[in-house]
């Protein structure tokens, strides 16, 4: 087949008469591939950065900004073979341009075509008036992010970036939680450190501890959950808290309904949560009656139904100066109504005496599973956490919750 006669190669289709080509020189064989559409400027408006095809036609965009600067993206062999749209977007265009550019804007669909759509001029620069309104609800937004912490706090993060390791065999960590639920029954040690103030030592099965940290990790990720709280004057406490049942607001030492830094509504106390401060506080009686054989009980460390749970997350550097637990109602307090605590996670060492005063006050090691009860003579006393111990977190707790390094704490009262 000739060059002059037949079809022209360009309309041979690969399935039919493409075959007559193959053994043709490059030289007899003519196709003429349609011309592609060169690229926008990665810069182009509301390209996003992409490399959008140009619309097969720019007439519309020519009835707008005139032959001369459109035709040059249509032009490869132009100097100015792309639109400088960055001129556009930071004013740096002729008046004319700048002008122009305000009565319309591009809007790119899923297919790469540009739509041309009219919308109102608007300034480019806010009004004295309006960036001084931005600038004060932009500082009270960022108040607000600061006082709430600006995110949600995990206390048991996903593990990532870590090295692939060997689980270890089921028998093996069988093994481990027989010889930790061993060494936790044989500490199980009551001991009454003065009237009406009560250790528990290892009182929390691990199971149980992995079930209060999945919980109050749950919790802290939702509404009302863990954020950083600062005292009245801009002090910020060391550690981060959340409140089940009310929201007790440390600025103003009071007890709310409604967390008044953010607005949520404190999540309420576990069914199970209640069930633990009540075996802790009969197991406690019976303690104090074995030892002071007193008839009344009550009277040493009075019964209470807690409405109120303080959760606190101590990093390994957090602390707790002394203070006294005394914002709750005045019937409460009269009786004596206790405190119950929960320890959970790293070791810490607590202080308590009758002053503020660290260096008169007695000091005691809570481990993790431990369980302190103050009530009765000792509601008043002042209290605090001096120092948290790195690295005593029990390993099949850490492996079970992956809670950070640091020591959750729990304290159930009363209002």
Not at 73 to 87: A, F, G, I, Q
Request: with cysteine.
């Amino acid at each position: 087949m000739s060059r002059g006669r037949g079809k022209s190669f360009h309309h041979v289709s690969p399935g039919s008469g493409w075959k007559h080509c193959i053994d043709k020189t490059p030289s007899n064989c003519v196709y003429r591939a349609k011309s592609p559409a060169p690229d926008v400027s990665a810069n182009s408006l509301e390209a996003g950065g992409s490399n959008m095809k140009q619309p097969e036609s720019l007439d519309a965009l020519d009835s707008v900004h005139g032959n001369d600067d459109l035709h040059s993206l249509s032009t490869p062999d132009s100097k100015e073979s792309h639109l400088d749209v960055n001129r556009i977007q930071i004013g740096e265009t002729p008046k004319k341009e700048a002008d122009d550019a305000a009565s319309f804007k591009l809007k790119t669909d899923f297919s790469g075509k540009v739509k041309v759509a009219d919308i109102q001029e608007e300034s480019s620069l806010p009004s004295k008036a309006n960036a001084e309104d931005q600038a004060v609800s932009l500082e009270k937004g960022a108040k607000n992010l600061e006082g709430i912490g600006g995110f949600r706090f995990d206390i048991c993060p996903p593990k990532t970036g870590t090295p692939v390791m060997l689980k270890p065999s089921l028998l093996v960590k069988n093994r481990q939680k027989r010889n930790e639920m061993k060494l936790s029954m044989e500490a199980q040690i009551g001991s009454e450190l003065r009237s009406g103030m009560v250790l528990l030592k290892s009182y929390l099965s691990l199971s149980d501890q992995v079930k209060i940290v999945k919980a109050c990790q749950g919790y802290g990720l939702g509404p009302g959950g863990f954020y950083q709280p600062s005292y009245h004057g801009g002090g910020r406490l060391h550690l981060k808290m959340m409140c089940l049942g009310k929201n007790w607001d440390p600025e103003t030492s009071k007890y709310e309904d409604i967390r008044s830094a953010d607005g949520a509504k404190p999540p309420n106390i576990p069914t199970e949560f209640y069930q633990f401060v009540s075996k802790a506080i009969q197991d406690s009686q019976v303690i104090i009656k074995g030892n002071s054989k007193v008839r009344n009980v009550e009277a040493e460390l009075p019964w209470m139904s807690p409405n109120i749970c303080l959760v606190n997350f101590y990093s390994t550097t957090g602390k707790l100066g002394l203070h006294q637990d005394k914002d709750e109602s005045r019937e409460s307090l009269a009786k004596g109504l206790p405190v119950v605590s929960f320890s959970i996670g790293d070791s810490a060492e607590f202080l308590y005496g009758d002053h503020r005063d660290e260096d008169q006050a007695q000091k005691v090691k809570l481990e993790s599973g431990d369980v302190l009860i103050f009530g009765g003579k000792s509601r008043h006393i002042f209290h605090g956490v001096s120092t948290i111990f790195r690295d005593t977190t029990p390993k099949t707790l850490q492996e079970e919750t992956n809670i950070l390094p640091g020591r959750l704490n729990l304290t159930f009262r009363q209002y």
